[in-house]
């Protein structure tokens, strides 16, 4: 059992036919207790532990928007103080967009890429484990403000001047930018992951055109976040400098140039946009052709569109600004752009309707979830249309019909998605099944709740209602309208109530599934649920798109899943080539280690010093992390990385 | 690739140079640190055209220090270039130490190099949008020379310890990237803040 051999003869062998998984369990296991919990480097793991996390904020950043929708029931209630108002829709928002849209979709990425891509972990085991550990810290950094009373109070998105010290000398915006900063290492350092991941860690023979679209959806946006992430970091790096180094970037007085921030927060925003839903429309592109009983259609127009949104995304930031004053042509240009993206947005969507019309449709709890996001997704991008084109824009900048539009985009193309990829993926996760029957009352809840409590805001918006008022006077004929949306807001979240309960009892009570209950095309459904914690005991080598319906599809290629390469000299997985998927080299993978989470808390020490303006301890986290790093990156015979002794 | 492929064949283990998972990870930290420093470029270049002040403070800043620590830096990349073609791919430790070393000391100088420059300034960080802008700019660059170097000082004590040989010295090639990364930043800052200016 010596990993320090330079090279290896695999073996190939049919799974069984040597006793290997007992082996393989004790080698990949995650040790048990406290220390496992602190430690596992597992995906799997990892990946649900993010997911869950991620509907903890998503359940925080309700009941926010709850209180809110209480508050605009009806005219001059008087609730909630107009101070508290502004801190509960901003972090509402931030809630919203940064703690559950991007991790959730990171959540199921981790549990699912190596699964799909056939392997045993992410390329980075460690680092996949310090990306979780960061965004919790961050989360948790972010929510300290509001006990104290102290929370970010200028909007999601925080624009100067009334983000600066002049207008806003509490603490409250430095919450803002510096959780927003750490949870961007989060964010960075989890794209990382995916990309080296997918370009190394495929299982052979799983070229670029046999990806599922999921990995397609999370590769585009890890590049856009790689890309787009250091924008927002250093518009809030310069705006923490402004509020406590007294420089002058955002300062109007000293020719400081407030619209710098609204150009860095949206050349990072719109990327971000794309990145909370381009895997969840990879989601959809892979859940629902099993349930239509047929591959999806138009696989290469789909995965191109994906990619080329981002792209495209990529240059229409300014259609958030159309309002700000800009030359007439950019105005032109951005307007353009942003109505380009339709195109591919409408080839995904012909794809989906195709695939539902030309297969025979099963109407499962998923199902419902994914096809009726169809609908939320049409209606989402006809209001971003709308919004795109710049006469209509003049008149919508700042109404409720924004803010319909962006809770149609988010919740319709990730809240949705995200339950169906629950209800989908959960027999996979815990071995067992949803009850499908509270499941319909859950997606008949939440749907109707959800269109009841949003649609109107398209109204209400067009009445001329701006967005982030604390309240309104009566006879502007908004009342009844508002009454309606919090109702409907209402039923949403019994909606999601009923969700949890289904979660809950299913996790007791649910049937067994067994490896492969919904007869899924993709090689996750190759291997037992829950998934042991080598993922595969040989590493499969793959000939289609959808390994498993080769024969019923009566394709000439066939996959090999059951015999494969047998990598149990440690923990190790198959490294292949970058465009055909050879192998190419016998990774060593680290095992369960404290230096994420150590790495984390140095950090974390850091962020708090910040907030604190106490040098002595940011200085302390500063060193603390670079500790941890020394820790982490100290060459390991284990892993390959130092010479042998036999070599003069 | 189809059941022809399932065949068995010696494959390296572990982590070997360009096939290690950390040279593709460095490329990705490569990405996504240019991109802050495009941002932070275009944050200069937004606020140099909106500016009625005088930008830059003083005119085009002077090329005395600058100019020979440029060089400096470059020196210094080009000393990690021999520390590992001629030190660690042949196994030759005296090469790899000696280069090292020497990229270390000539990153140490450009350090208390810049530092003076700084000093010589007339203006401050407090001294408008373009006293905050060039001191972000070359304090972004300077903390990842700071970075740089400390990685740099790992590497020399990893070497010590003889950790590395022909066949293993991943963590040299891979700290070579971020080093000559660091260094191509200076390039571009370089160019941004003191040569453009002279171009007007």
Known sequence: MSATEENRTTRIVREGEVTIDRHLEAIWKTRPGLRGVLSSVDHKRIGIRYIVTAFVFLIAGGVEALIMRLQLAHSDLKILSPEAYNQLFTMHGFTMIFLYAGPVLSGFSNYLWPLLLGSRDMAFPRLNALSYWIFLLAGIFLYASFPLGVSPDAGWFNYPPLSGKDYNPGPNIDFYLLGLIFLGISTTVGAANFLVSLLRTRAPGMSINRLPILVWGTLTASVGNLLAVPAVTLACVLLFADRQFGTHFFDVEAHGQPLLWQHLFWMFGHPWVYAIVLPALGIVSDALPTFCRRPLVGYTPVALATVSTMIVGFGVWLHHMFATGMPVLSLAFFSAASLVITIPSAVSTFAWIATIWTGKPVLTTPFLFLSSFIILFVIGGVSGVMTGAVPLDFQLTDTYFVVAHLHYVLIGINVFPVMGGIYYWFPKMTGRMMSERLGRWNFWTMFLGFNIGFFPMHIVGLMGMPRRIYTYAPGLGWDTINLITTLGSFAFAVGILLFLINLTVSLRRGIPAGANPWDGPTLEWSVPSPVPAYNFAVIPVVASRHPLWEERLESPERSSLSRGYLLNHGRETLATTVLDAEPDLILEMPGDSYGPLALALGLGVLFVGLILHSGPWAVIGILATALAILFWLWPQRRLGQIAEPHHV | ?200
Do not use: C
Request: proline share 3%; charged share 10%.
């Open chain 2, 1 to 200: 690739m189809s059941e022809s492929a399932l065949r068995e064949q010696m494959l390296p283990i572990g982590s070997f140079g360009r096939k290690s998972s950390g040279w593709y990870g460095v490329w990705t930290l490569v990405v996504t640190e240019a991109a802050i420093f495009v941002y932070l470029l275009f944050s200069y270049f937004y606020l140099a055209s909106q500016a009625n002040a005088e930008w830059p403070i003083g005119g085009a800043p002077s090329l005395a220090l600058a100019g020979p620590n440029t060089l400096i830096l470059l020196a210094s990349s080009a000393a990690l270039i021999w520390a590992e073609r001629s030190g660690a791919r042949r196994s030759k430790r005296v090469q790899l130490l000696s280069g090292l070393a020497l990229a270390l000391l000539l990153g140490v100088v450009f350090v208390i190099v810049q530092l003076r420059e700084w000093r010589g300034k007339a203006f401050s960080i407090r001294s408008g949008t373009y006293g905050s802008s060039y001191f972000v700019v070359t304090g972004f660059h300077l903390a990842h020379v700071i970075v740089g170097l400390t990685l740099l000082l790992t590497l020399f004590i990893w070497a010590l310890r003889g950790d590395f040989d022909a066949q293993r010295h991943a963590p040299i090639t891979i700290g070579a990237i971020y080093w000559h990364f660091v260094d191509a930043v200076w390039l571009v800052v370089f160019t941004a803040l003191y040569l453009v200016p002279r171009l007007g």
